[in-house]
């Protein structure tokens, strides 16, 4: 069974940091693109972050370039989002979603990935 697991979420506050893990199970991790989107209430998913399956390629979202980094160990099957200067605008539902036999390329568009992990809340308190 497919499966992408989020955990390391919680309440920060601001100027703090976080460390979100995506655990993959099954042949999402395989060959496969990984990325970070968010959802605040009353807003669209946005990406935030993504990396191809060799690591060469990132794409981040200019609100959070400079303080989130993203990676991945794919002996582990697992992607990381790591949360730095945390704002208060951060505050939202963070999913991981793998894009299938993407290698070397990432992409940044919510249609392109094949599955979703089922979000962890992150909430920046002011």
């Known amino acids: 069974q497919v499966q992408l697991v989020e955990s390391g979420g919680g309440l920060v506050q601001a100027g703090g940091s976080l460390r979100l893990s995506c655990a993959a199970s099954g042949r999402t991790f395989s060959s496969s693109a990984m990325a970070w989107f968010r959802q605040a209430p009353g807003k669209e998913r946005e990406f935030v972050a993504g990396m191809s399956w060799s690591g060469e390629n990132t794409l981040y979202v200019d609100s959070v370039r400079g303080r989130f980094i993203i990676s991945r160990d794919n002996a582990k099957n697992t992607a990381r989002l790591q949360m730095n200067s945390l704002k208060p605008e951060d505050t939202a539902v963070y999913y991981c979603?793998?894009?299938?036999?993407?290698?070397?390329?990432?992409?940044?568009?919510?249609?392109?990935?094949?599955?979703w992990g089922q979000g962890t809340q992150v909430t920046v308190s002011s």
């Open positions: 979603a793998a894009d299938l036999d993407r290698v070397y390329s990432v992409s940044r568009w919510e249609n392109e990935y094949d599955y």
